[in-house]
């Protein structure tokens, strides 16, 4: 049996010790915390235009688009860095783009990633390979992102172009 802590379980290991210490990888001054989060969005965006990649690939067939901004300051202060995927269905109806967010905010101990409708998770990534760690997460972000969407037009899968083009896995269109 392996007794070795999945990626997740290994960051979550690495947020409750900054909350203990006090500091984010050894970094106890703002100043600090903030060129950390700066590695750390360098780190992450091989595995977050991975995560949104194989979403553009498979469920809208090529059509999106992302697109990276920050790091840059929110109006409290905070540092906000993000990464969208949009496509012209989601457009059409005047959706938010699947997003994943990296934030710094103010008054936070340390960083925190999230989506546009889903929840924040804690953002301990100071190499690429704890950036990848993070993959399985950065997937969860992302497809709960475009679950919630489509909730948000009241069910409507037709803004997903590969429910709206073909059969998937075998199983008729509906609707």
């Known amino acids: 049996m392996n007794t070795e802590p999945r990626g997740t379980l290994k960051a979550l290991e690495r947020h409750f010790a900054d909350l203990r210490d006090g500091d984010h990888f050894g970094e106890t001054t703002r100043q600090g915390k903030e060129r950390a989060f700066e590695r750390a969005i360098l780190h992450l965006e091989s595995p977050v235009r991975q995560a949104l990649g194989e979403i553009n690939a498979t469920l809208l067939l090529g059509t999106g688009r992302t697109e990276g901004t920050g790091p840059f300051r929110d109006p409290s202060g905070g540092l906000v860095s993000s990464w969208l995927l949009s496509w012209p269905e989601q457009r059409d109806v005047g959706l938010a783009p699947i997003s994943v967010i990296a934030t710094y905010g103010a008054r936070f101990h340390h960083p925190h990633i999230r989506g546009a409708t889903v929840g924040e998770w804690p953002l301990n990534v100071d190499s690429d390979a704890q950036a990848l760690e993070l993959l399985p997460i950065i997937r969860s972000i992302a497809a709960g992102d ?24 075998g199983v008729a269109e509906h609707g």
């Not at 475009?146 to 709206?164: C, E, K």
């Open 146 to 169: 475009i679950h919630n969407l489509v909730f948000q037009t009241g069910g409507n899968w037709r803004i997903i172009p590969a429910t709206a083009r073909r059969r998937v896995a």
